[in-house]
């Protein structure tokens, strides 16, 4: 029995565990008492990690796709295929007709590899992932207001807030360990805590103001709040002369806003508004948190850039236990984007259209021309692959069928891809378009890192083989890059991989495996004697002085109408992760939310005559599903909830695909949709 | 009834040298303390290039705190019950010998417990055979090992016991004092009597062992009014609504209780087989406090709230296993309350019901 330390494969908490293993195969897990984060403790899905695992269902070997069936082949005949068909594509239609998704799963430097091989072996900056569909809103906003895109604190920061303001994150359900560390705070510390959600969240029954505001109406709400702390003289003008510029701009644009005019847009009421205003304004040590609610918008950068322009308005930015917190779900999508799995930046953040960032690029992996426009984002991708465009598309642990807006196209425009490859540890909902699907590891089978939300690089240790003829990715990606002629992905050990990665990042500067145990680094890191950084933009942001950014409301792409009265949106649930593929293989997770449904208010339930258990069919202008019917006060009239997970009834089958236009992110929280009686 | 009253001296420079020389008798699992500080059972390898490097890193400090109990040893978090391959099965049973060292009280009366568990009403061949071959090597704790969560003085789990291991360790410093418990425990210390030293001053010996207990128990700053709340519980009126419904609407259903609970012993059955019928049959922890573990087939559940869910647990605990069996289920271990991520646990529960507190 051996005890291996690493990191959990779920969220963005990103808890240290230690896996249990016998010789053959995992025997369990229990957390890390020490590590920062766990602290002793892990949620239901940390300690139950060690199942799928073991499932039988994984991939052992190599499929190749003839005749419309599966056929197993060993590693030579699938890699020289993929070879020889994406170099023909190449050749024939051109670098940009073949793109890539990588894995917010996989660890840092398998995505860096796969996003180097997009560029160096394939020259396109056609690479992406699932941040696009989560924070890529964050990333943009929060790069204009402070000039870095991360989480500005760290989770135990939490434990000595003042006051929590919780917007669009449902975190007990998603991030169950920085929950629990507010749920701590409240109820042991006296912290306060203000919700504003349209669904009634767990948390809201510890509560001081809870708003449930209409759906996408966030802009109107924030610039209500911070009409509010301007009228009533409560912003911190020190800190906006100081360390801010834009502001003129900004109170120009919220004075329209007054809590009367915001009433009428959100819902909440007027006078609801202002304690907030008053109640954030005044308690110093004051968190921000939010996560999908506020993203997933076609407003999701204006949503994003106003909850940081009303933290640089009271000065809650800059100091511990303050801050815009933007909740990384994965336990590497902060990792993925860190290292440049992203169509317009290499790793750091470093933008590809840089001349003299290219150039160092080009130098550190010895080709030249590396491309230097922006690729397709992973919608674009979609789009692309359904009007021909985009001709092929390289998978990496990532299931767009069930994970993308608009199933319906999403799977018809994989059908329609010249060739696809899916890299994964199940045969998922994708993986069964593909014309050749690889096996892959899970994150007890190889060595690497992943990046939690608070910034923080972890390392990853191997505590078993892979079932099979199952590969860690990073050696998959290098063999195909050999096997492409590329001499720059001879890496014996992971831990060279982050040396390179390092040796590009200045925010990834001071980082190798040595310096990282026993609990990782928070970045920036720049240098081999730095010792990490706890919170972002003390004394100046990273961009010098924060920038206000004022945005006006703008109503979600999909409004109600004759035809489509409810509007639907979604969100994930405690038991299961994303796309169930592995929590449906882990018993007590599955046992504990088997079934999809859809959440309806008592209000709308009586009107339509639809008691609890009974199923519907629920209809957008996409799709349609038929799902069992949960009558529930947590939403107001007028409003459904979806979880995600199911495809048995995918929430996905009728989301929109309407995306905010400057980072490309889709309107996930808000679809119309109508519902009838089966 | 203690029948073995012989003492010896383990010198703490020799332990390693001990464990050397009986790995090639056992399997060994020593707390072993990993890169951050962790403390956890694992077990030596045989390689002698290696087990070396393992046992630098031996915690036998008298208050370490071991993350798990060693019930995983006899009852694994995952185990395959049997390898299945299409129409074919075979079991997977193993009774190697096994030599747990440096076993805290509290977990060595947790697995004594579990050993009956597992023996009354149906004899489960996987756990009994795990345990067959086992000796079991106790320390005992001078200081607590989770101070302000751990109360074995308040259960009469520790931190020193009577009776139930083969050999106990005291530690007198530069030396442990070795307690014969068994006529195993004899028969190893004569084996290993190079390094289980007979030259003692029986008198003498026992004064100071005695001396180093009592202010062991003394060390225990958690204490509870253990007996009251046990039997405060007996009574089947005895329900207290509010603190269940607290406990129930704080808790996130982690499992951690249970999981990190010596003496829990649910498990579910499943099965995993891939698409050309090969698989294997597997048990895994389960527990209580999960909504699914009480749903019938029908889709009732009789213990569908979260309030009947905390009621579960400490009614089993602290009503029903002393009912059936005499004694609690409870160790005072304190893992619960240390590996719950909001601050509820088995101690903060009996306060609460015997001191009329609210404090969870």
């Known amino acids: 029995m051996a005890k291996t330390l690493t990191t959990c494969p779920y969220c963005g908490c990103g808890c240290g565990l230690y896996l249990s293993s016998n010789n053959k195969m995992l025997t369990g897990v229990f957390p890390s008492k020490n590590h920062p984060v766990a602290k002793g403790s892990l949620c239901v899905k940390g300690w139950n990690s060690y199942q799928f695992v073991n499932s039988k269902e994984r991939l052992t070997v190599p499929l190749i796709k003839k005749n419309g069936n599966f056929v197993e082949a060993s590693w030579d005949e699938a890699l020289t295929l993929i070879v020889s068909r994406l170099k023909d594509i190449k050749n024939n239609s051109g670098s940009d007709s073949i793109a890539f998704f990588s894995s917010a799963k996989a660890t840092n430097e398998e995505n860096y590899l796969l996003m180097k091989l997009a560029r160096a072996v394939f020259k396109t900056n056609n690479i992406d992932h699932c941040a696009r569909l989560c924070h890529a809103s964050t990333i943009t906003g929060l790069v204009s207001t402070f000039g870095s895109g991360a989480m500005t604190n760290s989770i135990n920061e939490f434990e000595d807030a003042e006051l929590f303001l919780i917007t669009g994150s449902d975190t007990t359900a998603q991030h169950p360990l920085i929950g629990t560390r507010i749920i701590n705070a409240v109820k042991d510390k006296g912290a306060k805590l203000i919700v504003v959600d349209p669904r009634k969240i767990e948390l809201v029954k510890y509560a001081d103001i809870y708003a449930r505001q209409n759906l996408g109406t966030d802009v109107a709400w924030i610039n209500g709040v911070m009409n509010v702390i301007i009228s009533e003289d409560l912003h911190d003008k020190r800190f906006i002369m100081e360390r801010t510029e834009g502001f003129e701009e900004l109170k120009e644009v919220v004075k329209d806003y007054t809590p009367e005019y915001v009433e009428e847009i959100t819902s909440i009421p007027a006078d609801t508004i202002k304690q907030i205003a008053r109640m954030y304004a005044t308690h110093k040590k004051a968190m921000i948190v939010y996560a999908m609610g506020i993203t997933q918008h076609t407003t999701g950068v204006d949503n994003v850039r106003s909850l940081a322009n009303l933290a640089m308005l009271t000065g809650h930015v800059g100091f511990p236990s303050t801050g815009v917190n933007p909740l990384r779900g994965q336990n590497n999508v902060q990792g993925a984007c860190d290292v440049g799995a992203l169509p317009d930046v290499f790793t750091g953040y470093q933008k590809v259209i840089n001349p003299e960032i290219r150039k160092k690029f080009e130098k550190a992996w010895g080709v030249e021309d590396l491309p230097d426009k922006p690729g397709l984002t992973v919608t674009e991708v979609t789009d692309g692959l359904y009007n021909g465009n985009v001709k092929a598309l390289f998978i990496m642990g990532e299931n767009p069928v069930i994970s993308d807006p608009d199933s319906n196209h999403v799977r018809k425009a994989l059908q329609n891809a010249d060739f696809l490859v899916v890299q994964d540890i199940f045969l998922t909902d994708t993986a069964v378009y593909a014309d050749v699907v690889l096996p892959g590891a899970t994150f007890a089978e190889k060595d690497g890192t992943f990046t939690n939300t608070e910034r923080r690089v972890e390392r990853v240790r191997k505590a078993v083989d892979p079932p099979g003829a199952a590969k860690a990715d990073w050696e998959i990606i290098s063999e195909i890059a050999d096997r492409m002629d590329y001499k720059g992905m001879k890496y014996n050990h992971p831990s060279e991989i982050m040396d390179e990665i390092a040796s590009v990042t200045p925010i990834y500067g001071g980082i190798d495996y040595d310096r990282l145990d026993p609990w990782g680094l928070q970045w920036p890191c720049p240098t081999k004697d730095h010792p990490g950084t706890p919170y972002l933009h003390k004394d100046k942001f990273s961009k010098g002085k924060g920038s206000f950014v004022p945005a006006h409301y703008q109503a979600p792409f999909e409004q109600p109408d004759e035809m489509y009265k409810f509007s639907l949106t979604t969100g994930r649930l405690y038991w299961h992760w994303h796309t169930r593929t592995m929590t449906e293989r882990t018993n007590v997770l599955e046992r504990e939310a088997p079934e999809p449904f859809v959440e309806m208010s008592m209000e709308d339930a009586e009107r339509l005559s639809i008691k609890s258990g009974e199923r519907v069919r629920v209809t957008s202008r996409r799709g349609s599903v038929e799902v069992k019917v949960v009558v529930t006060d947590r939403m107001k009239q007028g409003n459904l909830y979806m979880p995600f997970h199911y495809r048995e009834a995918a929430a996905n089958v009728l989301t929109s695909n309407a995306i905010d236009p400057q980072a490309k992110i889709p309107e996930y929280k808000v679809s119309t949709v109508k519902v009838e009686k089966l | ?360």
């Open chain 2, 1 to 360: 009834m203690k029948m073995y009253n012989d003492i010896r001296i383990l010198d703490k420079k020799k332990i390693k040298d001990l464990l050397k020389s009986a790995n090639s008798e056992w399997n060994i699992y020593a707390p072993i303390e990993g890169i951050g500080g962790d403390v956890y059972f694992d077990i030596l390898p045989k390689d002698d290039k290696i087990v070396d490097e393992v046992l630098n890193n031996l915690s036998i400090k008298n208050n370490s705190n071991i993350a798990l109990s060693p019930k995983d040893i006899f009852f694994p978090q995952m185990e395959v019950l049997f390898n299945i391959d299409k129409d074919d099965f075979t079991e997977t049973i193993e009774s190697s010998p096994k030599l747990i060292f440096g076993i805290k009280s509290c977990d060595l009366k947790a697995v004594l417990f579990t050993d009956e568990f597992f023996k009354r009403n149906y004899e489960d061949v996987y756990y009994l055979s795990r345990m067959k071959n086992r000796l079991l090597i106790s320390i005992g704790c001078l200081t607590p090992p989770r101070p302000g969560s751990c109360f074995c003085t308040s259960t009469g789990t520790g931190p020193f016991l009577e009776e139930g291991y083969d050999i106990q360790l005291v530690d007198a410093e530069d030396f442990f004092y070795a307690e014969i418990g068994s006529e195993k425990g004899q028969i190893f210390a004569d084996k290993y009597s190079e390094y289980f030293d007979k030259r003692t001053d029986g008198d003498t010996a026992k004064k100071d062992i005695n001396k180093i207990k009592t202010k062991a128990s003394d060390a225990v700053n958690l204490k509870v009014d253990f007996d009251r709340a046990v039997e405060l519980m007996q009574d089947d009126d005895f329900f207290p609504n509010d603190n269940y419904k607290r406990i129930g609407e704080r808790c996130i259903y982690c499992g951690a209780c249970l999981y990190t609970c010596p003496t829990c012993t649910c498990f579910s059955i499943s099965d995993t087989v891939s698409s050309n019928k090969e698989g294997i049959r597997f048990r895994n922890w389960d527990g209580c406090v999960f909504e699914g573990y009480t749903r019938e087939a029908s889709g009732h559940n009789p213990r569908y709230e979260k309030y009947l869910r905390t009621a579960r647990r400490y009614e089993h605990k602290l009503k029903y296993d002393f009912k059936v069996t005499g004694t609690s289920g409870c160790v005072g271990c304190g893992r619960c309350l240390e590996s719950c991520p909001v601050n509820i646990g088995m101690s903060k529960f009996i306060v609460e019901i015997t001191e009329g507190k609210r404090i969870i």
